[in-house]
């Protein structure tokens, strides 16, 4: 493959919830995927929507959705009205810099998002907390992040407004330190971007003094989603609408779903190439998809296990990278996409094996 390419369906998920809207108690794990790009909104009340269920979620969801965007929302938590197309997240009322970096190790291996959106310190100013060590946790909670999640890119937003005037003040002090901090962490190597949050909403906006009218949080999404535009693959790529084949470059046979069966457990073969619905992947930057279905690593995979299509569930084993040379590998077990035993004939089934970079794993597009 003479490049890495990413593709996907302009499609979006539709919300199997009632429609009226949709919440969940605290803590509720109802987790959804549509096996797109992992972004995990992170942070307090703020996040969580409080006064406005969804929050800003809501506005950066429709967003991305409507420009044909396939981003699959993650976290611990679950809220939100039924515009909201992907309810999961990570926001927790209430919540001190502190407490979510005593947490953030274990959602992060839960949750493996390519994409964090860090709105938090709100908290640590209202409760009055050891204000002026705030910058300090906030840059060890950076750290915990990238070091958790190296290939994730972390937009770290400045907190918004606060109409008590003196608390508007902390926040300001606050938000000053954050550039500095979001810098040295970049000319570090790390993935790490600064969101002026705070000049994107007025106390004009909030409902309560401390959390954003519904306008308010549109605010809040446009910026979001205005800074996660300017970095490539962090809500992954609009693409084509369609899919392409994968063609094997030691057979000239693409990659097929046989028979068109969907069914999970369905292991692909190898195939005069026809451009049928059969032959057509699309690739989010993470999961392989055709027929509705995710191309699946089985847990525990050793080199010989099948590849197979199963329900998309965004875990580790449907996940996939490309290399420059050609080669598919899988996240999980890290062996990549194999036509079995070199053979180029029709209906050779396709399997995973220790990565070679021989002509049976190397895919080229179509």
């Not at 970049?186 to 306008?215: C, E, F, N, Q, Y």
Request: charged share 15%; aromatic share 6%; glycine share 14%.
């Amino acid at each position: 493959m003479p490049r890495r390419r990413r593709w996907f369906h302009a499609a979006v998920l539709t919300a199997a919830l009632a429609a009226a809207g949709v919440t969940a108690a605290p803590g509720a794990a109802l987790a959804e995927s549509n096996g797109g790009t992992r972004v995990m909104p992170l942070g307090d009340s703020i996040t969580e929507g409080t006064q406005v269920p969804g929050g800003y979620r809501i506005g950066l969801w429709q967003r991305m959705a409507a420009a044909g965007y396939r981003v699959d929302l993650v976290g611990s938590q679950f809220n939100g009205p039924a515009a909201l197309g992907d309810h999961d997240h990570e926001g927790h009322p209430g919540w001190r810099i502190d407490q979510i970096d005593a947490a953030i190790g274990g959602w992060l291996r839960t949750s493996t998002p390519r994409t964090v959106l860090l709105h938090i310190g709100t908290n640590d100013i209202l409760q009055n907390y050891q204000v002026a060590g705030a910058p300090g946790r906030l840059s060890t909670l950076i750290d915990h992040i990238t070091a958790a999640a190296p290939a994730a890119d972390v937009f770290v937003a400045t907190i918004i407004p606060l109409a008590n005037a003196g608390q508007e003040a902390a926040a300001r002090t606050f938000n000053a330190s954050l550039p500095g901090i979001v810098q040295a962490k970049a000319s570090a190597g790390k993935r790490v971007h600064l969101v002026d949050m705070h000049a994107a909403l007025s106390t004009a906006d909030l409902i309560d003094g401390v959390h954003p009218t519904a306008g308010g949080y549109d605010r809040m999404a446009a910026a979001w989603y205005t800074a996660l535009r300017t970095v490539p693959g962090t809500i992954g790529d609009p693409g084509a609408a369609t899919g392409r084949t994968l063609v094997g470059s030691g057979s000239g046979r693409c990659l097929d779903v046989p028979g068109g069966n969907s069914a999970n457990g369905t292991q692909p073969i190898i195939w005069d190439c026809s451009g049928a619905a059969n032959q057509q992947w699309t690739f989010d930057g993470q999961t392989l998809r055709a027929l509705g279905k995710c191309l699946d690593s089985p847990t525990g995979a050793v080199a010989g296990a099948r590849a197979q299509l199963w329900d998309c569930s965004g875990a580790a084993n449907q996940r996939w990278t490309f290399s420059s040379g050609g080669t598919i590998r899988n996240a999980q077990s890290g062996l990549c996409l194999d036509v079995t035993g070199n053979a180029t004939a029709n209906g050779t089934a396709v399997a995973l094996w220790t990565c070679t970079g021989a002509p049976n794993q190397l895919w080229t597009t179509r």
